[in-house]
């Protein structure tokens, strides 16, 4: 099993006890990391790990989505963050409030509850542009309320055509892996907010026909699973939403199966 210490050093024992190694500050790509936040306790931890990344060229963007707890814990990081307080919307809401204030190249989405390990951004981002990719998912680690390792996740999907056929009928992507080009916002719009809990899922249908989405196989973030998390207290909600999305997509997936996966 792997040393939880390690996985992810920045959650064990304790706030800001270990820090990463800054590496040279160079003129590179910029990341903006768009954290949605809704009265969560592991916000602090969330940050932390956002703002402490070896790549030095990022920003943060904290998006309050009018929470009435925790938000204290955001104040050991107001200098290093972009703090932006809405009215509650939903995370959909929140992740676009977060772009369209971003003025980076890329975009990150990391949730509330989770974390990412610190050289999570260096390491995306170099192999996109060693690829020349616009769309980069990977594994990552579960991780329990107390931090403690649980399980690695690698969803790779050998194909094209297999990862469409993977999505005709679920998805085996977790957003907080994914780094994306800032510039699919402004080809194919926002996050649908009609999609409370698969905003997710219903993006990368819409940007599959025209985007490879590339695949890392290291992990480089722990997704929390507790009592609280909105894919356990949401589940039923969550099914019905997918077939929904599943639904809206079908033409066109349905298309792209019959001519393997590409448009011709």
């Avoid at 026909?209 to 609280?228: I, T």
Wanted: hydrophobic share 40%; aromatic share 12%.
């Amino acid at each position: 099993m792997p040393d939880t210490y390690r996985i992810c050093p920045h959650i064990i024992g304790g706030m800001g006890i270990i820090y990463a190694e800054k590496g040279e500050d160079r003129m590179e790509p910029k990341v903006s990391i768009v954290i949605p936040f809704y009265n969560c306790a592991y916000i602090e931890q969330a940050v932390h790990s956002a703002v402490h990344q070896t790549y030095q060229n990022i920003e943060v963007i904290v998006v309050d989505d009018g929470s009435t707890q925790h938000v204290e814990r955001l104040q050991p990081f107001m200098d290093r963050i972009r703090y932006i307080r809405k009215e509650n919307g939903g995370t959909a809401t929140a992740l676009n409030e977060g772009i369209k204030q971003a003025t980076g190249d890329y975009f990150v989405w990391l949730s509330s509850d989770d974390v990412m390990l610190l050289d999570r951004v260096e390491k995306q981002l170099k192999f996109m542009l060693d690829v020349k990719s616009s769309f980069c998912h990977g594994a990552y680690h579960y991780v329990d309320a107390n931090s403690e390792w649980m399980d690695t996740v690698r969803p790779e999907v050998g194909s094209r055509l297999e990862m469409l056929q993977v999505l005709t009928e679920g998805c085996p992507i977790n957003g907080c892996t994914v780094m994306l080009e800032m510039d699919a916002f402004r080809k194919f719009g926002m996050f649908d907010t009609d999609f409370r809990y698969t905003h997710d899922y219903e993006m990368w249908l819409r940007l599959f026909p025209l985007y490879e989405l590339f695949y890392y196989n290291e992990p480089l973030m722990c997704y929390r699973v507790h009592e609280s998390m909105g894919t356990k207290k949401h589940f039923e909600a969550l099914k019905a939403e997918m077939e929904l999305v599943q639904a809206k997509h079908r033409p066109v997936l349905l298309n792209l199966l019959q001519v393997g996966g590409y448009w011709k």
